[in-house]
């Protein structure tokens, strides 16, 4: 063997063990170490209960068929251009569900996106609006989830297309595309205005449907909120930035009143997967769908796609 | 004029029907549901207050519900897929039973509505259910917006 072959076999040993670490579920922690969080007091369901309708949580893992919305099976099919997912079971089932759960495991998953047997989630699962939560914010709604009836049955695996299969893979989308941390109060603007940015940037992760996403499936930042393609088939998603394609036109009230009855100020019935989010935030008070609409008419007008009438 | 000429002809009128019929029913069922808002707006202020209640105008849109749910059924030809911005699901012609269905159970909803509603504490008691179970679910079912 002459030395550059050596070199040769030096250098491919060095990408593929660089590549199989930076591909590692938790390589980001590397470059931003801000994932082990740990809650400081004991959870509130109360508070909990709050936050799970406000980050709509039974919209994905209600038990697939059920009429009972607080039974947390799972197994909804997601239909994407990635393939479909299944939603897992969370509800407090200690064989199927989350019921073994310790919290830093809880965390762990609402916030870095991480399963306790170390494997990554797909962003399906909005951990990247979810990671702005504070840890005890997550034990809240962790101590909410486990007053729940438990189910039991485990939902199918995702069926996705290729590359999008290879669950490794996303370590390193994970390491590209997952950023922020938890979203601390603004002295310079209203305590409204705080809690509606928590609520619309951080649980309620109104971004990960309103904005357009690149071709790895991340949101383009620049065009935030501003509404984008249905990733769930045919139709767009509408702008809801103050620009004239988005809320322009709509007062504060306007929005809080859509988030409680479903309706526009044309008494149009919001429809799609809106309505589902209505019947979550509907279950908020008004003073936080007030936050969210104060919130929202603050951002920066961004251009985006008018909607038919 | 040729024979196939007026074979031409005819089939181009017949397609122009066609296009014009579709569109018309498309045309035609936004001004139902515009119709449909319109009434919802007459009832909404006194459901939250804002406005006196007044029994007349809640059993004309409740009427107005009930008619446009009979003429809503009539406009989904075949022809009316696609075109002139419609916002409706592909999903209306593959589960058209379901569909109807859902038109049939908001234009029953409206009716037992109109009579169990005689005065104000009967309207604040029966008309959220009309409006909450009927209008968005339907959307959430069977319309989808595009761009413009």
Redo the contacts between chains.
């Keep these: 063997m002459n030395l550059a072959t050596r070199l040769l076999l030096v250098f491919s040993v060095f990408v593929i063990a660089a590549g199989y670490w930076l591909t590692d579920f938790d390589a980001h922690f590397a470059f931003r170490g801000d994932g082990r969080w740990k809650p400081t007091r004991a959870g509130d369901p109360a508070n909990g209960k709050v936050l799970f309708a406000a980050g709509g949580c039974v919209s994905c893992h209600a038990s697939s068929g059920a009429d009972d919305r607080l039974h947390l099976g799972g197994g909804k099919p997601l239909k994407t251009p990635f393939g479909t997912f299944y939603p897992p079971n969370i509800s407090p089932d200690p064989k199927d569900g989350i019921g073994r759960w310790t919290e830093t495991q809880f965390i762990r998953a609402i916030r870095d996106g991480t399963a306790p047997d170390g494997r990554p989630y797909y962003p399906s699962f909005p951990y990247t609006s979810y990671r702005h939560l504070s840890p005890d914010d997550a034990i809240d709604i962790f101590t909410y989830i486990r007053t729940l009836p438990p189910v039991s049955g485990k939902p199918p695996n995702h069926d996705l297309t290729f590359p999008f299969s290879i669950r490794r893979g996303v370590g390193l989308w994970k390491l590209a595309f997952l950023d922020g941390s938890v979203i601390e109060p603004e002295s310079n603007h209203s305590e409204s205005w705080n809690r509606g940015r928590y609520l619309v940037d951080g649980v309620g992760h109104c971004a990960e449907c309103h904005s357009p996403r690149n071709f790895m499936g991340a949101i383009i930042d620049e065009k935030r909120l501003s509404g984008g393609p249905?990733l769930e088939?045919?139709?767009?998603v509408?702008n809801i930035t103050p620009d004239k394609t988005g809320l322009a036109a709509w007062s504060e009230a306007d929005i809080a009143n859509l988030l409680k009855?479903?309706?526009t100020p044309?008494?149009?019935?919001?429809?799609?997967?809106m309505?589902?989010v209505?019947r979550n935030t509907a279950e908020l008070s008004d003073v936080d769908r007030m936050a969210m609409a104060i919130y929202l008419k603050s951002l920066p007008p961004i251009q985006g796609?008018?909607?038919?009438? | 004029m040729k024979l196939h000429h007026v074979v031409l002809v005819l089939s181009l009128s017949v397609v122009a029907t066609i296009a014009v019929a579709s569109t018309a029913a498309i045309g035609e069922r936004?001004q139902v549901?515009k119709s449909n808002?319109?009434a919802?707006?007459s009832i909404?202020g006194m459901l939250k207050g804002e406005a006196p209640f007044d029994l007349p105008t809640v059993q004309k849109a409740l009427a107005t519900y009930q008619e446009n749910t009979t003429k809503f059924v009539t406009l989904f030809p075949e022809d009316s897929k696609t075109g002139e911005?419609?916002?409706a699901?592909?999903k209306i012609w593959e589960d058209m039973a379901g569909f109807l269905a859902a038109n049939e159970k908001f234009k029953a909803d409206a009716k037992a509505a109109s009579i169990a509603i005689v005065d104000e504490a009967s309207f604040k008691s029966t008309m959220p259910n009309v409006?909450?179970n009927n209008?968005?679910?339907?959307?959430?079912?069977?319309?989808?917006?595009?761009?413009?």
């Design positions: 249905n088939g045919k139709g767009i509408p009855d479903g309706f044309d008494f149009d019935s919001v429809g799609g997967s309505a589902e209505v796609q008018m909607r038919s009438k | 936004q549901m808002g319109a919802t707006k909404m911005k419609t916002s699901s592909p409006v909450k209008c968005g679910s339907c959307h959430e079912a069977w319309r989808i917006k595009d761009a413009q």
